[in-house]
């Protein structure tokens, strides 16, 4: 890391790269990560201290509000992609490639093309056991996170947001792909709604840093989406939440206890866990 001026919170004023994120999985420092879909909430989440702000497909749900990510565009995702990157200075900003944007290699160079250049995304995400697409982009020096376990653009397919892997055969299937996707070059990975069992093998088996959402606290990080910690989204929340406004007394209070649960290992707690 480079320039190591402290901002207001105490905490360091430099620009995060993926090469910092693998030092924090090696010392055993947890990443923490949250989504971010504007510049008002990237500038607070930075100054606070997050480490990755993810731009996510997630908010086709809760500023869009669709019922799926599902309708969620390319234009969608710059739009507010180049909006968090206005506002952020130190933490690395991933963003999401949509529903059916990544189907060939051309296409999801094309995609991830956009949202780089016309996004300032530093990272790109992609759902699915994708290793050829992901080695091409790799190829063209796009750092690449992968995403398994629940992949809520296939939810059509699946039929709802359940926990996977539960059952040996899906676990081992899971085991595997993880496997396929860092050796395909991918710089992260995200697992999301697994039993936290299954996420401690896979962690055992990566050099990658894991990070998870409902998948336990051996995960190298931890993300949630934003209006869920904040209690503002719509609908019944899945177990693995928690509204870090009860107790805070204001919004800012709530993210930094959010960063602090994550940094002191205490969220997840079991209560989280599949
Ligand atoms: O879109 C999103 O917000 C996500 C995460 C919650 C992992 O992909």
Redesign the pocket.
Known sequence: MEDTVMNLYGTPNQTLTITDLQAMKVKGEKISCL?AYDASFSALLDEIGIDVL?V???LGMVIQGHSS?VPVTVDDMVYHSRQVAAARKRAVIIT?MPFASYATPEQALETATRLMQAGAAQMV?LEGAKPDIIRFLVAQGISVCG?LGLL?QSINYLGGFKVQGKEPSEAQQIIEEAKKIEQAGASLL?L?CIPASLTQQICQQLTIPVIG?GAGPDCDGQ???LYDILGISIGKQARFSKNFMHGANSIEDAIRRYHQAIKSQQYPDLEHCY
Request: hydrophobic share 40%; net charge negative; charged share 25%.
């Open positions: 989504t993810l996510g497909d997630s990510t999401d995400k995403h809520p995200v999301e959402i993300v949630l989406v």
